[in-house]
Each structure stands twice: as C-alpha cells, then as structure tokens.
C-alpha cells in the first residue's frame, strides 16, 4: 500500500524472519530509536530487543515496516491481544525521517489491520518515570491523546515485567491507553 510517493508502509511476510540480515538491521532501527526515547530509564546497555526477538515478532506476522524510497526507515508491531483488542508497541521512526508522516502512517496501518479482524479496540503502554517527566514521552501522551487515544489504567514495572525491573535505571511505571476503532470497515481497510 503506498500513502506517499515516497512512503510505503508494509507488512512483512513471515519468512522475512529467516533474513539474518534484514533481522538486524531493524533491531539496529529499534535500538537506535529507543537509546534515545528512552534516555535515562534504563540502566547503560540494556538494549529494547535483538534480532532473534525481531525474527519471532515476524515469524509471527507482527511486524510492519515503513520504507522510504525503498529503504527501511520505520516499523511497529502488531498483534491480537483478545478477541476484541488489537495492540500496537515498538514504534519507531528512524531519527534520519521524523515528522514526515512515518509515525500516523504506521498506526493507521495497525488501526486498519485491527479493523479487519474485528477488533473493536487499539491498545498500547507507554512506559513513563515515576517521579519525573520525559520530553519524548511528553510529546507521545499529547500525540496519543491527539489521534484519539485515552488512558485506561496504569501499571507498575516491578509488579508486571519483574524481569525487566532490575534493568531500570528509575522507577517506571507504564501507563495503558485505549482507542475505540469503531464500527467502520471500509474495504480499503482490508488489510
Ligand atoms: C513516535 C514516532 C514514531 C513518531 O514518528 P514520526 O514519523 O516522526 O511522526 P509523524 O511524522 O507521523 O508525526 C506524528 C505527529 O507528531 C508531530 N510531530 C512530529 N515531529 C514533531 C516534532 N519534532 N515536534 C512536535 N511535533 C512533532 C506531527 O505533527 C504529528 O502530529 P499530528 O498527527 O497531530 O499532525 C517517533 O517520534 C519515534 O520513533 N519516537 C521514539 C520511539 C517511541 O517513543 N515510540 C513509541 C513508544 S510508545
């Protein structure tokens, strides 16, 4: 499906993940992107994922990439949480193409896709300080609140990832929002 001339955004197929290669050039994206999102709330050198978690997310037929002129430069991951709940996670935009639509074109994409299966909600947790506030996170619970995303509840690190807490840096909590993605299924919403 082509949005732009110069953006495509594209599901990989599941056998994408026995491409060493392109595994860990999005794990690289994703590393990347999150080493600065994220600054300061992991301890040095805890990296968000690998190319072996990558390659399961694909294997699985979750992830989604963005290309710009061809070459990968965004990506999010997709997946059914429950019968009537979609979830996005690991967006990422690369630092080199912000601004440019990447970021609305990929959850569009995954509201679609949530759409078509029939989900009736769009889920996903922004992991935020406790005790402080972070510019990028900032700028994501505004961006989230914009394009219809409200904030359901809220969850602690330590209680619902235990083995992700002792890689924190601060105390984290993750706040869980929720977009209704109505009733409308249009047939380019096929996806
Ligand atoms: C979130 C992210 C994917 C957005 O990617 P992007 O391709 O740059 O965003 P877009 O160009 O699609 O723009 C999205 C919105 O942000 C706004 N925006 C983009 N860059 C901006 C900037 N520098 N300052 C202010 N607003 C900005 C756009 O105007 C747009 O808002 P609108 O939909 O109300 O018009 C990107 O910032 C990113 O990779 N962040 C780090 C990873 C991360 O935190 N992921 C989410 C974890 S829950």
Redesign the pocket.
């Known amino acids: 499906m082509t949005i732009a001339p110069e953006i495509e955004i594209r599901p990989l197929p599941e056998s994408a993940a026995a491409d060493g290669g392109l595994m860990s050039e999005l794990a690289g994206l994703v590393n990347e992107?999150?080493a600065d999102?994220e600054a300061g709330l992991w301890a040095g050198g805890a990296a968000r994922t690998s190319a072996a978690e990558i390659a399961g997310y694909v294997g699985a037929g979750e992830i989604v990439v963005a290309l710009v002129d061809g070459r990968i430069a965004?990506c999010v991951r997709v997946r059914e949480l429950d019968a009537g709940t979609g979830e996005f996670?690991m967006?990422?935009?690369s630092p080199r193409?912000?601004?440019?639509?990447?970021?609305?074109?990929?959850v569009r994409f995954a509201e679609r896709r949530g759409r078509s299966r029939g989900h009736a909600e769009m889920q996903?947790?922004?992991l935020v300080p406790r005790e402080w506030r972070h510019p990028?996170k900032e700028?994501?619970a505004g961006?989230y609140g914009?394009?219809g995303y409200r904030p359901v509840g809220t969850g602690a690190v330590e209680r619902d990832y235990p083995h992700l807490s002792p890689h924190l840096a601060t105390p984290c909590d993750f706040v869980i929002y929720r977009k209704n993605l109505g009733p409308a299924l249009e047939p380019a919403d096929r996806t």
């Open positions: 992107v999150y999102a965004g996670g967006l990422a935009a193409h912000r601004g440019i639509g990447l970021g609305r074109e990929l996903l947790e922004l990028s700028f994501l961006w914009r394009i």
